[in-house]
């Protein structure tokens, strides 16, 4: 079996460099924006299959008004649908609901995904919750309800456990790798993040490694992971490590680590 891959956020500042790398990694061309066409076609064509396109925090496609025809929602797919097809990729990530109102729009949204992701491998993240999700909600009955609806469409669909949020949604490592081992089949990608928060608090990523990871028991989640012939995407942010430690780190753990890039958030 081969080992999992350990990536990065890759930059998208200087587009020439996408081009050339041939690494799976994670790019976010917008974080608390919209998408301009004008933006797309600063980009260079290539084609690499392993790109996960994360989709921007303001497009929230499980909110009371996406489902409408023109929606803000719908118009943000259709420009990332177009991008992943200029990068030669079809991986499109989507944050799934974190409160009780996007929960009670789960159908609604799929309905949103579906009609406009058709073309694409849709990876749904599970986000760390908000109070009244963490209060009203069961991990299990969540992720239920979910894969009902999207086994009855037609998407090609993932889910991207990450490891910061399901510690702060109250998980412990052996339930996560419960979860990782019972879906396994739908999952291509983790993200695999350390979390200097405790439990029930939105998440603050560090690395798996981080001496501020609150994390118990980290060592036997990476032993696992690193096993599991996934792709891994560590999302740093504030806090972050040198490269020597994190090829110590994968070595530690025979993860294949990408070979090293500047643009790369480490």
Not at 60 to 75: A, G, H, L, T
Not at 131 to 156: C, G, H, P, V, W
Not at 177 to 197: C, R, V
């Amino acid at each position: 079996m081969k080992s999992s891959i350990l990536s990065f956020n890759c930059s998208v500042q200087d587009r020439r460099v996408i081009k050339k790398l041939n690494n799976p990694f994670q790019i976010m061309p917008a974080t608390r924006w919209h998408m301009s066409d004008q933006s797309i076609e600063s980009y260079i064509e290539s084609n690499n299959p392993d790109i996960l396109i994360h989709m921007n925090y303001i497009t929230r496609v499980f909110s009371d008004n996406s489902i409408e025809n023109r929606s803000i929602e719908r118009e943000s797919l259709q420009r990332y649908c177009k991008l992943a097809n200029k990068l030669g990729t079809k991986n499109i990530l989507i944050h799934l609901p974190y409160t009780i109102n996007e929960m009670n729009n789960i159908e609604k949204g799929i309905k949103v995904l579906s009609d406009e992701l058709k073309s694409m491998t849709v990876h749904l993240e599970i986000p760390a919750w908000s109070s009244d999700m963490l209060k009203n909600y069961k991990f299990s009955e969540y992720l239920s309800r979910i894969t009902e609806l999207l086994q009855a469409t037609e998407l090609d669909w993932y889910l991207v456990p990450d490891t910061a949020h399901l510690h702060s949604i109250g998980m412990d490592v052996p339930d996560m790798i419960e979860f990782i081992k019972k879906y396994d089949a739908k999952i291509k990608y983790i993200h695999l993040n350390g979390n200097s928060n405790p439990k029930y608090k939105m998440d603050k990523h560090v690395p798996i490694f981080s001496s501020e990871n609150k994390i118990k028991d980290h060592s036997l989640l990476s032993k696992f992971i690193a096993s599991t012939s996934k792709i891994c995407i560590a999302e740093i942010t504030k806090i972050s490590a040198t490269w020597d430690e994190w090829i110590s780190y994968a070595e530690t753990y025979d993860f294949n680590l990408v070979e090293f890039n500047e643009t790369y958030s480490y």
